[in-house]
């Protein structure tokens, strides 16, 4: 059973600061991880799909790393803005793509 | 205007009652999902319809029904609903079930009185 926990919770950060948010996995047999942005009251936009066999993914100011060996993928996000607050989501799949979610991290930069 | 319609955005009904969640996906995808989503707990996989078979029922109680009459629409029948069972239901699409990204329709905010 695959398990997903995004550490932190919560993260406050002023403009322009390069910010790291941590997600981990339990089961390490998967085709892919991805990572996604949801905004107050609305669905889940897709930001990263990181293949297994590749390290890394990068799309502008973001880019996402997976270490399948120790259960791990990170988000980086340089120079953010106050675009950038919202829930933060990593997604590994149990099983092709039945994605398990980890909770979430909220985030926020202030002006 | 997203890839990926939930109608309707907000719904209030009675523990009695019966009504429909409708989502459709103009992207040409192949697989289609239900998610719900409670206050403070991780999103929930419901169900899950590859070329409108249903190849996951994660354990759902019977009082929800989904149906997919083709791989563009997917719906969600709710029937003798619990209030437990407010939460925002989400649809989403990719074009397979191996190694493509989801996408996600706006959702249904569902509460049950």
């Known amino acids: 059973k695959q398990e997903v926990t995004q550490i932190p919770a919560a993260l406050s950060v002023p403009e322009g600061e390069n910010l790291v948010l941590n997600c981990s996995f339990t089961d390490s047999a998967i085709y892919n991880l991805q990572w996604f942005r949801q905004d107050p009251g609305k669905g889940l936009t897709s930001l990263l799909l990181?293949?297994?066999?590749?390290r890394e993914q990068t799309s502008g100011r973001l880019n996402a790393s997976l270490d399948k060996s120790s259960g791990r993928s990170t988000l980086y996000i340089a120079a953010s803005q106050p675009g950038d607050s919202a829930t933060y989501l990593c997604a590994a799949p149990h099983a092709g793509n039945m994605l398990t979610f980890g909770g979430g991290t909220r985030l926020m930069v202030k002006p | 205007e997203t890839g990926v319609t939930q109608t309707p955005r907000h719904l209030v009904m009675g523990m009695t009652n019966k009504k429909s969640l409708k989502c459709e996906q103009h992207?040409?995808?192949?697989?289609m999902y239900w998610y719900k989503q409670s206050a403070k707990k991780p999103l929930e996989l419901m169900f899950v319809y590859s070329l409108e078979e249903r190849v996951e029922n994660n354990s759902v109680p019977s009082r929800f029904s989904p149906e997919c009459p083709n791989s563009s629409h997917l719906f969600l029948h709710l029937h003798t609903l619990q209030p437990e069972d407010s939460a925002l239901y989400l649809c989403?699409?990719?074009?397979?079930?191996?190694?493509?990204?989801?996408?996600f329709g706006n959702g249904t905010r569902l509460t049950v009185t």
């Open positions: 989403a699409s990719s074009y397979n079930l191996y190694n493509s990204p989801l996408h």
């Open positions: 990181i293949q297994s066999s590749q």
């Open positions: 992207l040409g995808h192949n697989a």
